[in-house]
């Protein structure tokens, strides 16, 4: 099974720059994905790690440590926008996606 | 990326009824998936939806109350059968990609059941 921890929830001014932690205990680890959804809407795709290392997307990166256990998403340059849950899931090597309870991310002007 | 389409988008049913969630891809995949999301909560995952046979459910789900088909790579239906307001949520299709190995949700169905 999979056992996922992520922050309840984040706040930050717009602008800032916010990183939300992930950590994840997995009998068998396949990628981990982060998802952003906004109230009301489906996850929409944000990244996905395999590797150890960070990946980067334009405002949008995400780092894995697989020794560790490890992940963070990091939000450069936070938009109004930005403002919703951000969800870390782990897949396993049956390609079933496990998710954590979600980060909440409220961004300020 | 994919593009997924889900019907209906959203519901309102009376207890006892059953309803059919249809998942069309416009693109080859290699799995497709279905998940839950109840209210305030994050999701959880359903079964996978196998081409040309049965589905595999996870813990706590069973295929009387969940009947699942996948007669193709692009298009799968999932059926919530004898409902009661217990499983009102919103039921999301996931695919993985053959190209990228990425996973992708569908736009999701929200279910209300009075």
């Known amino acids: 099974g999979q056992n996922i921890d992520q922050p309840t929830e984040m706040t930050a001014t717009e602008g800032a720059i916010v990183q939300i932690n992930c950590t994840y205990q997995t009998s068998g680890f396949n990628g981990l994905f982060w998802y952003q959804q906004h109230a009301g809407e489906a996850p929409t795709f944000l990244s996905y790690n395999v590797l150890d290392g960070l990946e980067e997307k334009g405002r949008f990166s995400s780092f894995l440590s697989r020794s560790k256990g490890y992940s963070y998403l990091l939000l450069k340059e936070l938009q109004m926008k930005d403002s919703a849950s951000y969800l870390c899931a782990v897949r396993s090597s049956d390609y079933k996606l496990s998710f954590g309870a979600g980060t909440t991310v409220t961004v300020r002007a | 990326s994919a593009v997924i389409s889900q019907k209906p988008s959203r519901d309102i049913c009376q207890r006892g009824t059953s309803l059919t969630i249809q998942c069309q891809v416009d693109s080859q995949v290699t799995m497709m998936f279905w998940y839950r999301q109840q209210p305030g909560q994050s999701l959880t995952l359903i079964a996978t939806?196998?081409?040309?046979?049965?589905?595999?459910?996870e813990s706590g789900f069973v295929i009387d109350k969940f009947p699942i088909s996948r007669p193709n790579l692009t298009f799968s239906t999932l059926t919530v059968s004898n409902m009661s307001p217990e499983d009102s949520s919103i039921y999301l299709c996931?695919?993985?990609?053959?190209?990228?190995?990425?996973?992708?949700f569908g736009p999701g169905t929200r279910l209300t059941v009075l």
């Open positions: 996931s695919v993985r990609m053959i190209s990228s190995n990425e996973q992708f």
């Open positions: 939806a196998n081409q040309g046979s049965e589905a595999t459910y």
